[in-house]
């Protein structure tokens, strides 16, 4: 699609073109044409519910554009015809059809599946807010019915679904919290790699719960809270908005870090501070500091004398 100012590096990624899909099945007339006599394939050929769900996904990547392919399939005159617009050698009847489309199901649910995820990925990668991320969904109402990069068709079911698991993420994030995972990393991390390896330990330490919350230092954090606070050091870093996969109390999942050692250390190039620029740290050590205890003391005490 051609790039605008709030419609870049699309992932999600709907191409120029409103081709129809490269699955989908192209119009022809009620049969294909047939073979030279002396080269057809015997018509009690018989094929697996598994070849033949293979020949249809081949063709199709959703169960909407399988709805459109058996619309067309019934309409052949032969059971030959329907395996020639298949791609078998040999007649296919119709209860095998059936029995090969049940077969499809799980493959285009996961497709789908993976269509939606692609665009949530997409718009946390590219929205630092609700408001942000509500501004890029506006723009891909604008691509329903084109062919994502790589993927399916952009339908409305595909873009309400995700618009709707991103919200529903957001839910469970507390921005303060995310505020202040956020300050204490990034107060104590020269680079991403130290950062990195902050996060590591967040992900390690505490006491995780079945419903994916752990208490730290006193408070308690979703796991979206984590993550939503390493994408933005990340960002502040300049680090690929990606997340590495960390998992309650044993963090980062091996090999799954790019670009960094296996033993976790990386060189730190960062130059050196001058006094000035040591002093503003302290300085906003201590602001640090205070707005912690403001925070403990203000949820712990429900009055003035008790504060």
């Not at 073979?35 to 769900?53: G, M, T, V």
């Not at 078998?88 to 077969?103: C, D, M, Q, R």
């Not at 950062?195 to 590591?200: G, Q, V």
Request: aromatic letters at 6%; charged letters at 30%.
């Amino acid at each position: 699609v051609a790039s605008t100012s709030s419609d870049a590096a699309l992932p999600a990624a709907v191409e120029a073109s409103a081709a129809s899909p490269p699955h989908a099945a192209p119009a022809t007339s009620s049969s294909p044409p047939a073979a030279a006599a002396s080269q057809s394939p015997p018509s009690n050929l018989e094929h697996s519910p598994a070849e033949i769900s293979a020949a249809i996904l081949k063709l199709t990547r959703s169960s909407q554009e399988g709805d459109a392919l058996l619309a067309e399939l019934k309409g052949f005159s032969s059971a030959r015809d329907v395996g020639a617009r298949l791609g078998l050698p040999g007649s296919i009847s119709g209860a095998a059809l059936a029995e090969a489309y049940k077969l499809c199901s799980p493959t285009w649910h996961s497709n789908v599946e993976g269509d939606i995820q692609s665009i949530v990925d997409y718009i946390f990668e590219e929205s630092a807010n609700t408001m942000a991320a509500d501004r890029h969904f506006r723009v891909l109402q604008g691509k329903i019915g084109r062919r994502m990069l790589g993927r399916g068709v952009l339908t409305v079911d595909v873009l309400n679904a995700a618009q709707s698991r991103y919200h529903a993420y957001w839910s469970k994030v507390t921005p303060g919290n995310v505020g202040f995972l956020v300050k204490s990393v990034i107060m104590k991390s020269a680079n991403w790699a130290a950062a990195d390896r902050k996060f590591d330990w967040l992900w390690k330490k505490g006491e995780w719960s079945e419903n994916r919350t752990v208490k730290l230092a006193g408070r308690e954090f979703t796991a979206e809270d984590l993550e939503q606070a390493e994408r933005d050091v990340r960002r502040k870093f300049g680090e690929s908005l990606k997340l590495v996969v960390r998992r309650p109390g044993e963090g980062k999942k091996e090999g799954d870090e790019a670009g960094e050692k296996g033993d976790g250390t990386a060189k730190d190039n960062t130059p050196k501070k001058d006094g000035k620029e040591k002093e503003k740290e302290k300085d906003t050590s201590k602001e640090s500091n205070v707005d912690l205890i403001f925070r403990r003391v203000l949820s712990k005490c429900d009055g003035v004398e008790k504060a």
